[in-house]
């Protein structure tokens, strides 16, 4: 389904993305928070071994002072003993006395005052587990005093408050970021639904439209991306089911244009066979044959036409020719036509000579469709003019007629393959369309102005050459 796609899409880009960003966000923060609080302590744990040491500085200055006795007496008496543990350590390395009275075992390790036997600093620190409980060791080197056994202070400093105070802020931490996700997840359910609902909307209506049924639609009820596609996809239909409406009427036509000539083709052979028939009837007959396999030969070729402009294959093939010799020629052949069916036709053949690079057949054809279109649009009575006008290097020619025009709603379909404008004229709906697609590969332009019941005017614009 493409719903499930477009989530695990949304989940991949962008879900995991946020998740990570707020994960390592989370474990900087973390880090940060026990830095700050673990330097806190030091810190804190700092500043008091430095006013010890210097308690013991001036203790080893003053010789009225037992220096021994009195660095004792700082330890046993240390004021801050509720919030840490003071050792004192001999030069042997061994804890002689702590401010807590309680001696810590022999084989407990003090890397922080071996480190600090080495440092420049005189000072070191470490981190420790004593009997379960995370410590903070700090062991700064005492002054050096003659017949001195004391040779550093050791703070020791509980990290459980500091360590639960780490964990509440880091718990606070995955609140909040559950929280983002939360809404994340919450937000973006919101807009995905917004997305995947109509989208599976838009798929169960092409599927219909596939099915040919045109006349399904979409609800469009937003303002952006998605109502555009929906109002696309409306649109399309429509069109589809213009375009079906008119192949339809296609058909139908074609298919009555090709039996009115077979049926009479049909009934004067049936009628010639019989041996009675006397020779004028059998002359009329015979004409009436050729005629309707002419029309229909006419048709075959305008049906072949479209097909070959439908896949590509309608090729010209250019020679330099006189505009105005295929003009009157297409002219004359309608002329008797016209005379049988009480219109007039007028035309004033041009004296000058019109070169032009064209297909004669091909635009013999299209003038011949043109004019046939102006005699199947008008009525006994009404005319038909013929004009060659000359600017610009340009040839334009008007084939202007005085019959039934077109209705301004069909104007702008009139071109449009399959499309008839009235039903009740014979003709397959596809010569106009052929027409103008030579015209276009000459290089010219075929417009129409029409007005119903006054007439209409074709116009062909073609390039001149020398």
């Known amino acids: 389904m493409p719903t499930k796609k477009l989530t695990k899409r949304w989940l991949y880009n962008n879900f995991l993305v946020i998740l990570i ?3 390592a966000l989370i ?12 330097n806190s302590v030091l810190s804190v744990v700092k500043n008091t071994a430095a006013v010890q040491n210097a308690s013991l500085i001036n203790y080893s200055e003053d010789n009225t002072v037992d220096f021994s006795v009195a660095a ?35 084989d407990t390790q003090m890397p922080d005052y071996i480190a600090a036997l080495t440092s420049p600093t005189r000072d070191a620190s470490s981190y420790d587990t004593i ?15 003659n017949d001195s056994n004391l040779s550093a202070l050791r703070y020791v400093v509980s990290l459980t408050a500091v360590k639960r105070q780490i964990y509440i802020l880091i718990a606070a931490a995955g609140v909040v970021g559950a929280a983002i996700i939360f809404f994340v997840i919450l937000s973006s359910s919101y807009f995905i639904n917004s997305i995947i609902n109509p989208i599976d909307e838009v798929r169960k209506i092409a599927l219909q439209i596939s099915k040919g049924d045109f ?26 089911q213009e375009n079906e409406k008119m192949k339809n009427d296609f058909i139908s036509s074609v298919s009555h244009e090709l039996r009115t000539p077979l049926t009479a083709i049909k009934g ?18 015979i004409g009436v044959i050729i005629k309707e396999s002419e029309r229909l030969s006419g048709m075959v070729e305008e049906l072949l036409d479209f097909s070959r402009l439908q896949s590509g294959r309608l090729k010209l093939n250019p020679t330099k020719l006189d505009l105005v010799a295929e003009l009157s020629d297409a002219v004359l052949m309608f ?44 009525d006994a009575g009404d005319s038909i003019t013929v ?80």
């Open 131 to 145: 009997n379960g409980e995370s410590v903070l060791c700090y062991t700064l080197l005492a002054p050096a005093v």
């Open 387 to 466: 004009l060659v006008q000359v600017a610009d290097n340009k040839a334009t020619i008007l084939i202007q007629d005085t019959g039934i025009g077109i209705a301004p709603e069909d104007l702008p379909k009139i071109k449009t393959r399959f499309y008839k404008a009235n039903a009740t004229r014979r003709g397959s709906g596809i010569g106009l369309a052929v027409a103008d697609e030579i015209v276009s590969m000459h290089n010219g332009t075929l417009t129409l102005d029409s007005k119903e019941g006054v007439g209409t005017t074709v116009s062909i614009t073609l390039p001149l050459t020398v």
């Open 27 to 38: 474990i900087a923060f973390s880090l940060a928070i026990r830095n700050y609080y673990y």
């Open 335 to 378: 002329t008797e036509r016209a005379r049988q069916e009480n219109i007039q036709l007028n035309y004033d053949e041009p004296m000058d000579i019109l070169p032009i690079m064209g297909d004669a057949n091909r635009l013999r054809q299209v003038f011949v469709n043109i004019l046939d279109n102006a005699l199947k649009y008008s």
């Open 268 to 285: 004067w052979a049936e009628t010639l066979m019989d041996d009675s028939v006397d020779r004028e009837t059998t002359k009329k007959g």
């Open 21 to 23: 960003f707020l994960s």
């Open 215 to 240: 006349s399904a639609h979409l609800k469009s009820t937003t303002d952006d991306e998605i109502g555009e596609l929906c109002d696309a996809i409306n649109a399309m239909a429509v069109e589809l």
């Open 72 to 106: 004792r007496k700082m330890v046993e008496d240390f004021e801050d003993k509720d919030l840490m543990e003071l050792m004192a350590i001999d030069k042997s390395g061994t804890v002689f006395i702590t401010s807590s009275g309680f001696s810590p075992s022999s």
